[in-house]
Structure formats: structure tokens, C-alpha cells
């Protein structure tokens, strides 16, 4: 009697679920990537673990590779220096002595744009719009025989992602049934863990591949039939073309012509497609030959004035001349 009686509330640990976030999603080349992991009650103490995750061979489920500099917990953002490859992420957290852990957190992707990818995925037809009544595959090529086509919904769990769930794969080509098809990011995916090049396809018709900057563009306004005339064209709701042809040309597209795009005919409006434009990536070779092309230049260039220098010197044109042989084949 007179005593009082305190109510503890418990929460067990392993039972929550954190939430993974990824930012940006899509990456330039050599772009860096920040994992968020949030724990909901938000309480002080914890840790946090980050993975990498790829597939199980002969299997549809994930494994967990601890990412290095993870290993004794973090704090709630993790960044992964560039460049850095599609792969997926998983989180969990823990604290305590001994330590106790949550579970893991859904997996979040992030889409590089890698200009040397392990593999390729094509898409046919790489049109701006599918319908329903239509067909669409997708296929891998790359070093490894097998791939795997995968697909990645936003939603609250991963699931229905083999191609042998929503399409049909035959050798290393998903063909996918429009009556039946989900809007999703796919790729190719080895059971090693490698990744191909990642698309982002809606059934409303968003660009397949994202568009490079000064790449020339046709957008195209049509019904199932024929091309439309006639029409009105819309970048983020705001009125920029009227076409009699139906089509809007951008001669060189840039980073400001991102965004959402539809179309207007007859007082109905299309469905909004989303174009995502990103940097030119400079290929190598490229670089290399215009350093060859500077070089010759800058011999040129000197010999130019060596003999400029020689014509004005009298009775020193045998000396010049050997000179300058000298000089071109110490240089080639």
C-alpha cells in the first residue's frame, strides 16, 4: 500500500522495418550516391549497417554483401563515392550490448548511367509509345550467357520481378505481353551480381532511354491508327507547340527539356511521358585522338618556325636541314 506502479513499454527491435532511401537514383557517370536508413521510433543509439544486394543463383531472392566501411555501424547517411555501377542497397540497424538488429529494409536501386555496363539491354520496338494490344522484348547481351531480365516496381515490397512471372524468357530475351504489362525499371542482372544498363518503361510511353544532351528529339503525337494533326504539345503543363503535323522537333535537346510531356488533340489530352535528360559521356578514344591530333599540331607548329628561322639564316641551310631531322625523329 502507498506504493506506485510504473508501465514500461517495450518495442522488440527485431520485428522493425527500416526504411531505405536513395538519392539521386539516377546517376550521372561518376556520380556519388547517399543512402539515408530511417528507423521509426526515431530513438538515439542506433547504428547503422548498409549492403549490397544481388541475387542468389537459381533463385528469385536476394543475398547481403556488407558494404566496406560498414562493418562497426555508421551513422544514418552513408555516401558511396563514383563511380558507382546499378546495383541495389539494403539497410538495417542496431544497438545495445549485446547489440540487437532490426530487420533488413526493402531494397532501393539506383540506376547508373555506365557507359560501359557488363551488358546491354535492348528494347524492341525502343519507341516512345507501346500499347496494350502489342508486344514488347527485352534483351540482354553481354560477356556472360546468362542473364536475367528483371523488374523493379515502387511499391511496398519486391515482388513479381523475374521475367518468368510477368513475360515469357527464352535464352536471354524477355518478351513481355502488353495486356498483362506493369510500368517498372528494367535490367539484366547476372548471378554473379553484375548489372546491365537500367530502362525506365511506362505503358503511356515515357522515352525508353534517357535522351543525351544535344541528341536531336521527335516527339510524336498519335492514337493506336495514325499519326495525329492538329495538335497542341505541353511541357509541364505549360503550352510550348502547336503542330498541323503532329510532331515537335527539338534540334538539340537540353537539361532544361526534362520533364513531362503530353500531347492535346481534339480537346483530349494525352497521358503525361516523362524525357530525362543527361550529360554526354566523352568517349576515350575520343580523348585520345584529339591529344594526337594536339601533339602533331604543336610539332607542326615548331617546325613551321624552325624553317622560318632557317630561310632567314644564310649559308646555314645544310646545318637547319640536319637539325631538323634531328628534331623529327627524336619526336616520332
Not at 541475387?55 to 531472392?61: D, R, V
Not at 555501377?85 to 548511367?113: L, Q
Not at 516496381?153 to 520481378?161: H, K, Q, T, Y
Request: aromatic residues 10%.
Amino acid at each position: 500500500a502507498g506504493g506506485s506502479v510504473a508501465l514500461t513499454c517495450s518495442v522488440d527491435i527485431g520485428k522493425l522495418v527500416p526504411v531505405l532511401s536513395v538519392s539521386p537514383s539516377w546517376l550521372n557517370p561518376g556520380a556519388s550516391v547517399t543512402l539515408s536508413c530511417e528507423v521509426k521510433p526515431q530513438d538515439a543509439g542506433w547504428r547503422f549497417f548498409w549492403y549490397k544486394a544481388f541475387i542468389k543463383p537459381s533463385s528469385s531472392s536476394y543475398s547481403y554483401e556488407l558494404l566496406p566501411g560498414s562493418t562497426s555501424g555508421t551513422e544514418q547517411n552513408f555516401t558511396i563515392n563514383g563511380p558507382t555501377h546499378t546495383a541495389g542497397f539494403v539497410c538495417k540497424a542496431g544497438r545495445g550490448e549485446p547489440e540487437n538488429y532490426t530487420e533488413y529494409s526493402e531494397p532501393k536501386f539506383i540506376w547508373s548511367a555506365d557507359p560501359h555496363p557488363a551488358a546491354s539491354l535492348s528494347v524492341n520496338p525502343d519507341r516512345v509509345q507501346h500499347f496494350r494490344s502489342e508486344s514488347v522484348s527485352l534483351s540482354c547481351e553481354g560477356k556472360t550467357a546468362e542473364w536475367r531480365v528483371r523488374k523493379f516496381i515502387e511499391r511496398d515490397s519486391l515482388s513479381d520481378f523475374t521475367c518468368s512471372i510477368w513475360g515469357e524468357m527464352t535464352g536471354s530475351t524477355c518478351t513481355i505481353n502488353m495486356n498483362q504489362f506493369h510500368s517498372g525499371v528494367y535490367w539484366c542482372e547476372s548471378e554473379s551480381g553484375e548489372f546491365s544498363n537500367a530502362v525506365n518503361i511506362t505503358v503511356h510511353g515515357s522515352p525508353v532511354h534517357p535522351v543525351t544532351e544535344g541528341d536531336p528529339v521527335t516527339l510524336r503525337c498519335r492514337n493506336k491508327a495514325q499519326l495525329l494533326s492538329k495538335v497542341f504539345f505541353y511541357h509541364n503543363d505549360k503550352l510550348i507547340h502547336n503542330d498541323s503535323k503532329g510532331e515537335l522537333n527539338i534540334s538539340a535537346v537540353s537539361k532544361s527539356d526534362e520533364g513531362f510531356y503530353k500531347c492535346q488533340h481534339s480537346g483530349k489530352d494525352s497521358p503525361r511521358s516523362w524525357m530525362s535528360v543527361r550529360e554526354p559521356v566523352s568517349s576515350p578514344i575520343s580523348s585520345l585522338v584529339m591529344l594526337t591530333v594536339g601533339i602533331v599540331l604543336i610539332i607542326l607548329i615548331i617546325l613551321l618556325i624552325l624553317l622560318w628561322r632557317c630561310r632567314r639564316s644564310k649559308g646555314e641551310t645544310f646545318f637547319c636541314s640536319h637539325w631538323i631531322k634531328i628534331y623529327i625523329f627524336k619526336k616520332l
